[in-house]
């Protein structure tokens, strides 16, 4: 799952717990909505948080080709080089 959209379900997954736990005032005999609603909160806390994490760890990485003729020979050499930028 890419990060933004962590962070953005995250989010999502807080408000449903906050509307379950603090605006409905519907009971059901079979689930404690309330309860749904703190454990839906916390989950969306989480998600959040490794999400954030997520994206301050993702690294760039960065791919260079360069293409000259060789003095010596003639000859044409390509040179390809990879590099990841540090955190």
Known sequence: MMPIMSIGFGIF???VG???????????DWIDLRMVGYILMGAGFVVTI???????????STST???AVDPATGQRVTRQENSQDPL
């Open 65 to 67: 080709t360069r293409t």
């Open 50 to 60: 490794l999400g954030l994490v997520l994206m301050a760890r993702r690294r760039q």
């Open 18 to 28: 906050a509307i379950l736990a603090f605006a409905v005032e519907i009971q059901v």
């Open 13 to 15: 997954l807080f408000a």
